[in-house]
């Protein structure tokens, strides 16, 4: 079970960070919704995630800091990445935060008992932790999708098995437009 599920996290971690791949510095910082979101600062959040759940909920030293935890961090800071803040660099603090969290989680049983303070007075296991990291870090990876999709059209689950139908351009366009029209006569 542990490993089928460690196996979900790893996925879903790889396709966060592979959505960078490709795209210019810009890209990959600029705020594709209202909200800010941004395909960078996904990755620089999902390594807080990372540093926050299977660190201190455990006991364990992630051997980084972590911004969740810092005072005076202003809101958001995790969700974007700074001029100054180099991709490599975030995407390698993501790594490390990863590598961490997979030593915790090798090394804990499911039921070894942890302790989410933000969460509140209830106990929680490695295995609640483990799906509830994985839910979060899929949620995003599925921002990023979409994301990726707004800034060149590029669609997908991974650079080597898209899990998307193979169609040209001329097919994805008339298949858009059939669910407009879907849309369009259902409001009617």
């Known amino acids: 079970m542990k490993k089928i599920l460690h196996g979900y996290l790893q996925t879903a971690r790889a396709a966060a960070v592979w959505k960078l791949d490709g795209l210019s510095e810009y890209d990959i910082r600029r705020p594709l919704v209202a909200s800010g979101t941004n395909l960078l600062g996904i990755v620089k959040h999902l ?3 990372e540093l926050g759940y299977f660190g201190p909920v455990f006991g364990r ?5 972590n911004l969740w935890f810092e005072d005076g961090v202003e809101d958001n800071a995790d969700f974007f990445a700074r001029a100054n803040e180099a991709r490599d660099d975030i995407v390698e603090s993501y790594r490390k935060a990863c590598e961490t969290s997979d030593a915790t989680i090798d090394a804990l049983d499911l039921e070894t008992a942890g302790s989410v303070p933000w969460w509140g007075d209830h106990p929680v296991t490695l295995h609640h932790v483990l799906v509830h990291v994985i839910a979060e870090t899929f949620r995003h990876a599925g921002h990023s999708d979409l994301g990726r999709e707004l800034i060149d059209g590029s669609i997908g689950y991974a650079a080597d098995d898209s899990n998307v139908a193979e169609h ?3 097919w994805w366009r008339a298949y858009h437009d059939r669910v407009e029209l879907e849309a369009r006569q259902a409001s009617s």
């Open 168 to 170: 040209d351009s001329a």
């Open 47 to 49: 390594t807080c995630v």
């Open 61 to 65: 030293t992630m051997g980084q800091p």
